[in-house]
């Protein structure tokens, strides 16, 4: 988990880098809490400067006394812990013909969600109004105001003298997950498919805009991915998150970070070919995985899906050598055992026929269910928040 892994320096110039240090080390200590002394040890700062910084975190009311820890010697030890309520951060999945809208708490629990019909067709302009509705609303649902943010901590922080608006103060901002491809630095759209009038549409810059707040655009299947990783789902190795929808992707970690690849462009999975006279695709190609697996359910043939699902994860699987893969999406939420099953049994029949030391690769359904996407858009902007880097 985020916050131990790395050590910490006394600069002022890293203070918000020392800051999520400790702000990890208290999340994941829960509610036992965890005393300032080893807090100190764990991130490598001295004992002056974690009082520092856990004086501030008690001042803005993040952290809080969680009692008293019999220690070797000496008097017992104030331990504290994080205040799960003291911050909030809003994750949309915005799916091709669904918007799903959650506001999560620092420890990440769901603490207010809306769905909406969406056509993502309609253009950016009433694309844009549905999800800021829906933000807005959540948002007033779950903490009796309009967005904000929490000055001096968080990113979008306000300047000098300005005032987070009434009821509303701990809101990070809104992390927005969608079908790929995109450029997630800029927060710019590409061609997603099927949908190529959104070809260089600036999505981060013009919610933003509207809402006030900051925001942060990824590819669902990144979300996705990160959300997992940060809840311990897929270990501390590598493990990929496939999606399958209303298209197919995958979410990457390797090494206990999301991998995007240099142009941000990594795990366009559904769009490998593996089958070169097959059915077009609208991505442009022939016999892409998609295409392959979306027909076969339109077919009603959840088996033949799971199958070609498994070829395509054996090639994946092949490639990165990962150590788990978990499956996601309102498709497989249809038949989950089937396409566990179905995936399972091309892995370990290419486990044995390679003779692969340990057997097959595990094939399990991610956890949280449709709200995977979302909660992991939530992540893109609390994952900093407690020291993650690879966002």
């Known amino acids: 988990m985020a916050?131990?892994?790395s050590a910490g320096?006394?600069?002022?110039?890293?203070?918000?880098?020392?800051?999520?240090?400790v702000l990890g080390l208290l999340r994941d200590a829960g509610t036992d809490g965890i005393s300032r002394l080893e807090l100190a040890e764990r991130t490598g700062l001295t004992p002056q400067a974690v009082s520092k910084i856990t004086a501030r975190l008690r001042e803005q009311g993040l952290a809080a006394e969680a009692g008293r820890r019999a220690s070797t010697g000496g008097k017992p030890r104030t331990v504290l812990r994080l205040v799960p309520e003291a911050g909030h951060a809003v994750g949309v999945h915005l799916d091709r013909d669904e918007l799903r809208?959650?506001?999560?708490?620092?420890?990440?629990?769901?603490?207010?969600?809306?769905?909406?019909?969406?056509?993502?067709?309609?253009?950016s302009e009433?694309?844009?109004?549905?999800?800021g509705h829906a933000v807005q609303g959540v948002v007033r649902d779950g903490l009796g105001g309009v967005p904000g943010a929490i000055p001096g901590v968080f990113t979008g922080a306000q300047g000098p003298g300005e005032e987070a608006p009434a009821g509303a103060g701990s809101l990070v901002?809104?992390?927005?997950?969608?079908?790929g491809p995109l450029d997630h630095a800029s927060g710019v759209l590409h061609r997603v498919t099927g949908f190529p009038e959104w070809e260089g549409f600036p999505l981060r810059d013009a919610l933003g805009e509207r809402l006030g707040v900051p925001v942060v655009v990824d590819k669902d299947t990144n979300a996705a991915a990160l959300g997992l990783s940060v809840a311990g789902q897929g270990g501390t190795g590598s493990f990929a998150y496939l999606h399958l929808g209303t298209g197919l992707g995958a979410g990457l970690v390797i090494g206990g970070r999301?991998?995007?690849?240099?142009?941000?462009?990594?795990?366009?999975?559904?769009?490998?070919?593996?089958?070169?006279?097959?059915?077009p695709c609208e991505c442009g190609n022939r016999g892409c995985v998609e295409a392959l697996c979306l027909a076969a359910v339109g077919r009603?043939?959840?088996?033949?899906?799971?199958?070609?699902?498994?070829?395509?994860?054996?090639?994946?699987?092949?490639?990165?050598?990962?150590?788990?893969?978990?499956?996601g999406g309102r498709t497989i939420a249809g038949a989950p055992e089937c396409f566990v099953r179905g995936v399972g049994e091309v892995l370990d029949a290419r486990a044995r026929r390679e003779g692969v030391r340990g057997g097959a690769v595990p094939v399990r359904v991610a956890p949280r269910g449709e709200r995977v996407v979302a909660e992991g858009a939530a992540q893109l902007l609390l994952a900093?928040?407690?020291?993650?880097?690879?966002?």
Request: hydrophobic share 50%.
């Open 3 to 5: 916050g131990g892994a």
């Open 9 to 21: 320096a006394n600069l002022g110039a890293v203070r918000s880098h020392n800051t999520a240090l």
């Open 101 to 123: 809208v959650v506001l999560v708490d620092l420890d990440g629990a769901v603490v207010g969600e809306r769905r909406a019909e969406l056509d993502l067709g309609a253009g």
């Open 126 to 131: 009433a694309v844009l109004t549905v999800v």
């Open 173 to 179: 901002g809104v992390g927005v997950a969608l079908p």
């Open 258 to 279: 999301v991998h995007r690849g240099a142009r941000t462009g990594a795990g366009e999975f559904g769009h490998q070919v593996i089958q070169l006279d097959g059915p």
């Open 300 to 327: 009603g043939e959840a088996g033949e899906a799971a199958r070609v699902l498994g070829v395509a994860t054996a090639n994946l699987v092949g490639l990165l050598d990962i150590d788990a893969v978990l499956l």
């Open 384 to 391: 900093p928040v407690f020291g993650r880097g690879d966002v």
